[in-house]
């Protein structure tokens, strides 16, 4: 563990993949912030809402969206406690997020770090300034004990 707090969004990003993790989905979670106000929360729903895009960054994408009434999220940020998928990372960059915030990366299914890196293709329409390891043990042992699970 940190000798550092996790900053309050990430922690909220946490909270909401345990809540995830509660209702059987794969425990991720995502918070968007604007200017320093906490706009949209969300958790993996791919099986609850039977829809396969109903991620937590997209479903938080979409909650910020509504808020603000506009599809552009210019000037926030999101938190999400693992490094996004190709799709993911396609829909921040399509609503032109300013800031990523991950825990964990994704060395099998993540676009960011790892495998398709969608922001450092030339086809891609916005790069947010991306951070990752913040809540990166929380977010990792969540995530292997849910899988352990399921063994």
């Not at 926030?76 to 996004?84: G, I, S, Y």
């Amino acid at each position: 563990m940190s000798r550092w707090p996790l900053p309050e969004p990430m922690q909220l990003a946490l909270a909401e993949a345990r809540k995830g993790e509660s209702a059987g989905e794969v425990p991720i979670g995502a918070v968007i912030v604007k200017d320093g106000a906490v706009i949209a929360a969300a958790h993996n729903q791919p099986r609850g809402l039977h829809d396969p895009t109903a991620h937590a960054e997209v479903l938080a994408i979409r909650a910020a969206a509504a808020a603000l009434g506009n599809e552009r999220l210019d000037g926030c940020e999101l938190w999400v406690t693992l490094e996004p998928c190709p799709m993911c990372a396609g829909a921040i960059s399509h609503a032109r997020i300013g800031k990523l915030y991950y825990a964990a990366p994704d060395p099998k299914g993540g676009a960011v770090e790892h495998g398709a890196r969608v922001f450092d293709q030339a086809q891609c329409l916005h790069r947010p300034e991306v951070y990752s390891g913040m809540g990166e043990g929380e977010a990792a042992e969540l995530l292997r004990a849910f899988f352990a699970a399921r063994r």
